[in-house]
C-alpha cells in the first residue's frame, strides 16, 4: 500500500514563507502532486513532480527527491486566501492516493 | 472548470437502507476515483476505475462497491449504510496525458 506523511498544522505571518514536507512510501512510483482545499470546497491541483528538482509556478513552488521519497510546497509570500488545507499526493499506476493533509493559517 | 457533477449533493438515509452516488463526467477521461473525506484523515481513497468495467478497491474499499458501464459515470453503492460511512464524499477524474485530476462538489451524505 501507500503512506503519505505531512505536518497537520502550520502558522505564519502574511508575508512570510512557508514549507509544507511530505514523505511518502509507495511502490511504482510516478509522481508527487499537490491540491489546495478551502473550507467546504473542492480540492483543486497545485502542482506536479514527475523528476527530481524544483518546478515553480508564482507564488508557489514544489520539489521532490525520489532517492529520498521526500518532497515539499514552498508558499511565498503568504496572503490571507492562502489559509487552507495543502495535500500532497502519489500517483503509481492507475492510482492517486492523498496524505491526511496539512492545515495553513495565515494571520495578519 | 472540468465537466464533472456529483448527485446527489446531500442526503440524509437510515442506517441498514443502500445508497447510490453518482459521479458523471463530459470529459471522457479514462480515470475516475471516489474518495471519503474526514477530519484528520484527508482524502481516502474508496475505489477507482482505469476503464469501463475496470475497477479496483482503494485503502477503504469495505462496505462499498462501484459500478462503470459507461465512461462518463461511476457510481459508488453503500451496501447497507452505517453510521461510519456519515463523511463527504468526493469524486475526481484523471486523463492519461494530464497528471491533474479534477474533482467535483462533493456530496455530504449522512447515515442516521
Not at chain 1, 505536518?7 to 512557508?18: F, Y
Not at chain 1, 529520498?68 to 496572503?79: F, P
Not at chain 2, 472548470?1 to 459521479?23: F, M, N, W, Y
Not at chain 2, 484527508?42 to 458501464?69: A, N, P
Amino acid at each position: 500500500g501507500q503512506s503519505l506523511e505531512q505536518p497537520s498544522e502550520v502558522t505564519a505571518v502574511e508575508g512570510a514563507i512557508v514549507q509544507i514536507n511530505c514523505t511518502y512510501q509507495t511502490s511504482g512510483f510516478y509522481g508527487l502532486s499537490w491540491y489546495q482545499q478551502h473550507d467546504g470546497g473542492a480540492p483543486t491541483f497545485l502542482s506536479y513532480n514527475a523528476l527530481d528538482g524544483l518546478e515553480e509556478t508564482g507564488r508557489f513552488s514544489s520539489f521532490l527527491s525520489r532517492s529520498d521519497s521526500y518532497g515539499y510546497l514552498l508558499l511565498q509570500e503568504l496572503q490571507m486566501k492562502d489559509s487552507a488545507s495543502y495535500f500532497c499526493a502519489v500517483q503509481n499506476d492507475y492510482k492517486l492516493s492523498f496524505g491526511a493533509g496539512t492545515t495553513v493559517t495565515v494571520r495578519a | 472548470d472540468a465537466g464533472i457533477t456529483q448527485s446527489p449533493r446531500h442526503k440524509v438515509t437510515e442506517t441498514g437502507t443502500p445508497v447510490t452516488l453518482r459521479c458523471h463526467q463530459t470529459e471522457n477521461h479514462r480515470y475516475m476515483y471516489w474518495y471519503r473525506q474526514d477530519p484528520g484523515h484527508g482524502l481516502r481513497l474508496i475505489h477507482y476505475s482505469y476503464g469501463v468495467k475496470d475497477t479496483d478497491k482503494g485503502e477503504v474499499s469495505d462496505g462499498y462497491s462501484v459500478s462503470r458501464s459507461k465512461t462518463e459515470d461511476f457510481l459508488l453503492t453503500l451496501e447497507s449504510a452505517t453510521s461510519s460511512q456519515t463523511s463527504v464524499y468526493f469524486c475526481a477524474i484523471r486523463t492519461d496525458e494530464n497528471t491533474e485530476a479534477f474533482f467535483g462538489q462533493g456530496t455530504r451524505l449522512t447515515v442516521v
